[in-house]
């Protein structure tokens, strides 16, 4: 990563911890630093205290030990209405009782801002989510996706700095889910305001965010740019979590440098990039993305024969389910277009890969 | 309703089910209805068969000082008693309902004992109390003790109302600048009205037709409508007490009517 300037640092997470009832903690050691006008995003699994860690940074929860900066100056005893920070909640929050136009007003008003500019900017933020037309609306007669504008010209009318949002779409469908993203990701790049938003949807991560970091019981396991996650992964977890991949139990036989070679329970060898730190003779596991296998290829290193078992056809791609390295469901994807036609189901061919694309990580069995 | 498929035996029961509810109705609102013609009678006693139509018994009601004081008497305690146990009420529902702490249930049960204890208990636990203390015989200890009866209605209403209250709202309140008091009055306040509405109802007509307490603690310069009615049936009999109870009748309804309007009208801005 680029080194970066103390003050393009707006928020600081510093050694903070979270426990709810004194014993388990549900942030552990969190430090964490969101530069100025980023969009990161906090992705992990349900319960990995995603949410915990913006509520502290929004003051509803309080860490339990460590600190958070904004800018220069410490949150610790900093109220909620006095951070300046806007939010967009899971399920909106609008105030059933005012109209759009009165909801929009509302964070301006209670900072003593004169009608006429109140009135221009309500506006302005209406039809920033082109909603010119409901400004009368009460929320309840609005669908999903339109409260969710709402929401999100709410957080922005009163011009934060920083903008957290929780899961914003989670309740929308599929497709006005999708445009969202690129409607708040188009937002974010139009104001440059700092965005941190909290999903458990990878793909809607890796869709929006400038950074990743990805919890897991209240760590993070990594924090990078989309394609460094998905391209690097640094431990079995982030490989599992983010995009799809072959995984291979073995043994490390040596290693020199930045590359080892691991030894498949099967007796097959394999070169990979060495990523944990593992002694040889202890376990590792290896990840393979399956858009990085190659089928009958002619390589010296890592080439390897399997059966072809299934096939399984998306239209653009196809999956094959084939049985290598001792896997049984070991999958290639292939375009359709570098498909041989005459491949069938029984066919034995040979398989292989680049070493920069097998990474041997740590071999922990994740329980799912 | 009566549809088609119904066979004679559940068409039978159909008339009965209507029937029986229309004499229990009958039944709850006879006492109130046999009350409002005497108060027009002409005669001086309060017995059917009414013997002529005059509003005599309205001008005595407007005319005698001990009624006139009565009046006035219920119309300082009740409102003045109705505002204290909403004020308290309310604020005692909030901290009841936000979050878990030790003894929450034993405060709940100590504000919602005026309800359950026997008013006469009540009425001679304040008076044992308040009399020593030469707090008898005063507006202030009647109006006090009305709003500890008032104040269970308003915490039921309220609590239920709170049960249904998002409670992000309020976080979004502070999140977007508003300080806890203004995040009271413009988010929580207008959100939980028709629940403070309906309590501040039932505490006022607790205290408005409220009699035993108030035997105990108001000496005849703080009697009140009820409790001047009560004597009025004891000592002379005369219909005034009938254009009296005629005129609580009118004005409860009244107040029914335009508390339940008030709080359709919230009720609609927070659903709509
Ligand atoms: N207010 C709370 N009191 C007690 N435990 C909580 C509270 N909020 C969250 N938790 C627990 O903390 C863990 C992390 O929750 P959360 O931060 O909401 O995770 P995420 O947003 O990543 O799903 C969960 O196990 C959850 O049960
Ligand atoms: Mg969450």
């Given at each position: 990563?680029?080194?970066?300037?103390?003050?393009?640092?707006?928020?600081?997470?510093?050694?903070?911890?979270?426990?709810?009832?004194?014993?388990?903690?549900?942030?552990?050691?969190?430090?964490?630093?969101?530069?100025?006008?980023?969009?990161?995003?906090?992705?992990?699994?349900?319960?990995?205290?995603?949410?915990?860690?913006?509520?502290?940074?929004?003051?509803?929860?309080?860490?339990?030990?460590?600190?958070?900066?904004?800018?220069?100056?410490?949150?610790n005893r900093v109220p909620p209405h006095k951070r300046d920070i806007g939010m967009v909640f899971q399920n909106y929050?609008?105030?059933?009782?005012?109209?759009?136009?009165?909801?929009?007003?509302?964070?301006?008003?209670?900072?003593?801002?004169?009608?006429?500019?109140?009135?221009?900017?309500?506006?302005?933020?209406?039809?920033?989510?082109?909603?010119?037309?409901?400004?009368?609306?009460?929320?309840?007669?609005?669908?999903?996706?339109?409260?969710?504008?709402?929401?999100?010209?709410?957080?922005?009318?009163?011009?934060?700095?920083?903008?957290?949002?929780?899961?914003?779409?989670?309740?929308?469908?599929?497709?006005?889910?999708?445009?969202?993203?690129?409607?708040?990701?188009h937002l974010h790049e139009r104001l440059g305001v700092t965005v941190v938003y909290v999903t458990h949807d990878q793909s809607e991560a890796l869709t929006m965010s400038d950074?990743?970091?990805?919890?897991?019981?209240?760590?993070?396991?990594?924090?990078?740019?989309?394609?460094?996650?998905?391209?690097?992964?640094?431990?079995?977890?982030?490989?599992?979590?983010?995009?799809?991949?072959?995984?291979?139990?073995?043994?490390?036989?040596?290693?020199?440098?930045?590359?080892?070679?691991?030894?498949?329970?099967?007796?097959?060898?394999?070169?990979?990039?060495?990523?944990?730190?593992?002694?040889?003779?202890?376990?590792?596991?290896?990840?393979?993305?399956?858009?990085?296998?190659?089928?009958?290829?002619?390589?010296?290193?890592?080439?390897?024969?399997?059966?072809?078992?299934?096939?399984?056809?998306?239209?653009d791609h196809v999956r094959i389910r084939m049985e290598a390295c001792g896997n049984s469901s070991f999958i290639v994807k292939q375009p359709i277009a570098t498909l041989d036609p005459k491949l069938a189901v029984g066919d034995v061919i040979s398989l292989g890969w680049n070493v920069e694309h097998v990474r041997a990580l740590d071999p922990v069995e994740l329980a799912e | 309703m009566l549809n088609p498929t119904m066979s004679p035996i559940e068409k039978v029961w159909h008339y009965v089910l209507r029937i029986t509810s229309g004499l229990t109705l009958l039944f709850l609102i006879m006492p109130v209805l046999v009350i409002i013609p005497l108060s027009f009678n002409e005669g001086s006693f309060l017995v059917y068969p009414l013997t002529g139509f005059s509003f005599r018994w309205y001008q005595d009601l407007f005319s005698a000082p001990e009624w006139i004081r009565s009046l006035q008497n219920s119309m300082i305690v009740a409102p003045a008693a109705t505002v204290l146990a909403m004020v308290l009420g309310t604020l005692a529902s909030i901290g009841l309902t936000r979050g878990e702490f030790r003894g929450k249930g034993i405060i709940m049960f100590l504000l919602i004992s005026p309800m359950v204890v026997p008013v006469v208990i009540v009425g001679v636990a304040s008076y044992l109390f308040f009399a020593p203390l030469g707090m008898d015989n005063s507006y202030t200890t009647l109006i006090l003790e009305h709003a500890a009866l008032g104040v269970p209605f308003v915490i039921i209403t309220v609590t239920a109302t709170l049960q249904g209250y998002n409670h992000n709202l309020t976080r979004a309140a502070a999140n977007l600048g508003a300080s806890p008091i203004t995040t009271f009055f413009r988010i929580t306040l207008p959100l939980i009205a028709p629940g403070v509405i309906s309590g501040a109802l039932f505490a006022f007509a607790t205290s408005f037709d409220e009699v035993v307490v108030t035997l105990f603690l108001a000496g005849p310069e703080q009697a009140t409508l009820p409790r001047q009615m009560f004597s009025g049936i004891r000592e002379n009999l005369s219909p005034t007490i009938a254009a009296a109870a005629t005129l609580l009748i009118g004005f409860s309804i009244l107040l029914l009517l335009t508390l339940e309007w008030l709080r359709g009208r919230s009720e609609r801005l927070r659903t709509s």
């Open positions: 990563m680029a080194e970066t300037n103390a003050s393009d640092i707006l928020v600081r997470f510093k050694n903070v911890q979270k426990s709810y009832d004194g014993e388990t903690l549900i942030v552990k050691d969190l430090n964490l630093d969101i530069r100025k006008g980023e969009f990161l995003t906090l992705l992990g699994p349900s319960g990995s205290g995603k949410t915990t860690s913006l509520m502290m940074l929004a003051g509803f929860e309080t860490p339990t030990a460590g600190e958070i900066m904004l800018g220069e100056r410490s949150l929050a609008l105030f059933p009782h005012m109209t759009v136009a009165e909801n929009l007003a509302f964070p301006l008003k209670v900072r003593g801002m004169d009608k006429t500019d109140v009135t221009e900017r309500v506006k302005r933020a209406l039809s920033m989510v082109q909603l010119d037309k409901f400004a009368n609306r009460y929320p309840g007669q609005m669908s999903g996706g339109q409260q969710q504008r709402v929401a999100l010209a709410r957080a922005l009318v009163f011009e934060p700095q920083l903008v957290l949002m929780d899961e914003p779409l989670g309740a929308l469908d599929k497709q006005l889910r999708e445009h969202m993203q690129m409607e708040i990701k950074r990743v970091a990805v919890f897991h019981q209240g760590e993070i396991q990594q924090i990078d740019s989309p394609q460094g996650l998905y391209e690097h992964p640094r431990n079995t977890f982030v490989a599992n979590f983010i995009g799809e991949n072959n995984r291979l139990h073995g043994k490390l036989l040596s290693r020199d440098g930045e590359r080892c070679t691991v030894g498949l329970e099967n007796g097959e060898r394999v070169e990979a990039m060495a990523v944990h730190d593992a002694a040889p003779g202890q376990p590792v596991s290896l990840s393979i993305r399956p858009e990085r296998i190659k089928l009958n290829v002619a390589q010296e290193q890592n080439r390897f024969s399997g059966r072809v078992r299934e096939f399984i056809y998306l239209g | -």
